[in-house]
């Protein structure tokens, strides 16, 4: 079951990630750029729910730890914008993520105890694959700029590693 919970918002980004040989290559750094903060705002507001919701020591370990490396990245990410003198963009992708995120965020808040703590690990793990997933084969490939380019990729090794801690925290919850 907790599967299903699972972020609709990353099955927008999954589907972003792979339909996309017309679309990707129509992204434009601002675009990339928009997609992928929002992505991390929504993490970032997952983890939220998770530290007002959860009980569970080592669920509000890992949410913490998300608002922390997900708030420092999108902090790089908008001071290099700034730097660049770029409005990040939106577009379908962080438009379908936003809309994806509340109905997830709306299906979480009707769990508690362990319930919401598997769910909430579940979909960790599932959007991180996601994410991941489009990190590598979309949004990196088609950044155009260098730093915005370094930055994702920079991302990608952090996230890699939630991921991980995603897996490691779903098994134990099990």
Partial sequence: MTRMIAWAGAAALLAAGTVTTSYAAALNDAQIAHIAYTAGNIDIAAAKQALAKSKNAKVR?????????HTAVNDKALALVKKLHVT???????????????????????LNGA?????YAANEV??????????????????????LKSL??????LFREHQAHAEHLESALK
């Fill in 61 to 69: 370990d890992f949410a913490q730890e998300m608002v922390r490396d």
């Fill in 88 to 110: 990040p963009e939106d577009n379908p992708t962080s438009k379908s993520l936003m809309d994806g995120a509340a109905a997830a965020k709306k299906r979480l808040a009707a």
């Fill in 115 to 119: 319930a919401f703590d598997k769910a």
């Fill in 126 to 147: 599932a959007y991180h694959k996601t994410v991941n997933g489009a990190l590598d084969k979309t949004l990196i490939p088609n950044a155009h700029n260098a730093e």
């Fill in 152 to 157: 994702l990729q920079t991302g990608l090794t």
